[in-house]
């Protein structure tokens, strides 16, 4: 079992910057997967920016050299640096974590964090 408490989000305006931090409840070293997902009005829930098996990132063509994933195993933390926002980056963002069992997966979400981008 692992709990994800995201912190971070907030309101900020087009261009600005906001970084996301997500603590998991323990060592994230043996964690498959982890990384972010967003959520817009009226929008399915999309990737974000997630590492998988250890160090292999993956990003949203969207967020491409704007967005910055990062991860400190000695903090059980995992953050989204997030630049050159725009409206469209308005989103609860999710944290999320997969571990792999010996028989099946387990998915785990956080509450999620607001970001709203507004001028």
């Known amino acids: 079992q692992v709990q994800l408490v995201e912190s971070g989000g907030g309101l900020v305006q087009p261009g600005g910057s906001l970084r996301l931090s997500c603590e998991a409840s323990r060592s994230i070293f043996s964690i498959n997967a982890m990384g972010w997902y967003r959520q817009g009005p009226g929008k399915e829930r999309e990737l974000v920016a997630i590492f998988s098996s250890g160090s292999v990132i993956k990003y949203a063509d969207s967020v491409k050299g704007r967005f910055t994933i990062s991860k400190d195993n000695a903090k059980n933390t995992v953050y989204l640096q997030m630049n050159s926002l725009k409206p469209d980056d308005t989103a609860v963002y999710y944290c999320?974590?997969?571990?792999?069992?010996?028989?099946?997966?387990?998915?785990?979400w956080g509450q999620g964090t607001q970001v709203t981008v507004s001028s």
């Open positions: 999320y974590a997969r571990q792999v069992g010996a028989t099946r997966e387990y998915d785990y």
